[in-house]
């Protein structure tokens, strides 16, 4: 009986618990602010590595994603048409004009915060303009999609809920996006990665139910051209398959009786 049930609800969390996973997302929201303050032409990302580890440990906490399933980095740096799990390396010099996004976590007192951006090395005036356009859209699909994250909802209304801020953004922003296929976010805690998966588009109104307290990381992940893409030798690297740019804008979230909360803020 236990089984079934927690197949059908997205376990929520106490108020203290979901106090406790937002310590360790204000750390993450600190190291992705010190990484962006860091990130100029001519520094590499494993440098960037280097100041977000720096941040997370003087905070107390241990970088979640440093060893994990054998992970090197403390931070995923994915550069231009790299959608995610980019492993930071002294080769990786970023220039003006480069899209770069940051995904990084950090663990306190066994919780887990989970966030990312995606910001331009130079400032936004260097991107080119569709691909600021892409970065601003896919910010803006995630706080649209993030709505559905309320107690009674299912879990692909969320899903639905990033699919059609997908197609409001195309005409919002003046730009044809594309769904990254195959990649979502997922339920978190005292784990990065627990059930259940979330798909980034789909069918409204299946899944498990969300009830207050239930938290979720929520990932858009937008290219300009393509849906399809392909990991590099080294089993981490994702990149587009036609070489396109890719935007990923990430937070963990609590549903709560008085919204969606933000559990990874960046102050």
């Known amino acids: 009986m236990g089984f079934r049930r927690k197949s059908k609800i997205i376990r929520g969390k106490t108020p203290g618990e979901l106090d406790a996973m937002q310590a360790s997302g204000e750390i993450v929201g600190?190291?992705?602010?010190?990484?962006?303050?860091?990130?100029?032409?001519?520094?590499?990302?494993?440098?960037?590595?280097?100041?977000?580890?720096?941040?997370?440990?003087?905070?107390?906490?241990?970088?979640?994603?440093?060893?994990?399933?054998?992970?090197?980095?403390?931070?995923?740096?994915?550069?231009?048409?790299?959608?995610?799990?980019?492993?930071?390396?002294?080769?990786?010099?970023?220039?003006?004009?480069?899209?770069?996004?940051?995904?990084?976590?950090?663990?306190?007192?066994?919780?887990?915060?989970?966030?990312?951006?995606?910001?331009?090395?130079?400032?936004?005036?260097?991107?080119?303009?569709?691909?600021?356009?892409?970065?601003?859209?896919?910010?803006?699909?995630?706080?649209?999609?993030?709505?559905?994250?309320?107690?009674?909802?299912?879990?692909?209304?969320?899903?639905?809920?990033?699919?059609?801020?997908?197609?409001?953004?195309?005409?919002?922003f003046g730009v044809s996006l594309y769904i990254v296929d195959g990649y979502g976010g997922h339920g978190i805690g005292h784990e990065m990665h627990e059930d259940p998966y979330l798909a980034n588009e789909g069918a409204p109104g299946k899944g498990p139910h969300i009830e207050a307290g239930s938290t979720l990381a929520i990932e858009p992940m937008l290219a300009l051209g393509t849906v399809d893409s392909y990991v590099l030798d080294d089993d981490w690297g994702v990149k587009t398959l036609d070489g396109s740019p890719a935007s990923h804008w990430e937070h963990t979230v609590a549903a709560t009786d008085d919204g969606p909360r933000i559990l990874t803020p960046r102050y």
Not at 75 to 82: G, K, L
Not at 139 to 164: C, I, Q
Request: glycine letters at 10%.
């Open 30 to 172: 600190r190291a992705l602010q010190a990484v962006r303050a860091a990130a100029a032409a001519g520094v590499s990302t494993l440098d960037l590595d280097a100041v977000a580890e720096e941040t997370i440990r003087a905070a107390g906490a241990v970088p979640t994603f440093k060893g994990y399933g054998g992970f090197p980095g403390s931070i995923c740096s994915s550069v231009n048409d790299m959608i995610v799990h980019g492993i930071p390396d002294a080769a990786t010099v970023l220039k003006d004009g480069d899209l770069v996004s940051i995904d990084c976590g950090a663990t306190l007192d066994g919780w887990v915060g989970d966030s990312a951006w995606s910001f331009a090395v130079g400032g936004d005036d260097t991107l080119a303009p569709e691909t600021l356009k892409l970065n601003q859209a896919t910010e803006w699909v995630l706080y649209e999609g993030m709505k559905a994250m309320v107690p009674g909802n299912r879990l692909t209304d969320v899903s639905w809920a990033l699919e059609e801020a997908t197609e409001r953004a195309e005409e919002k």
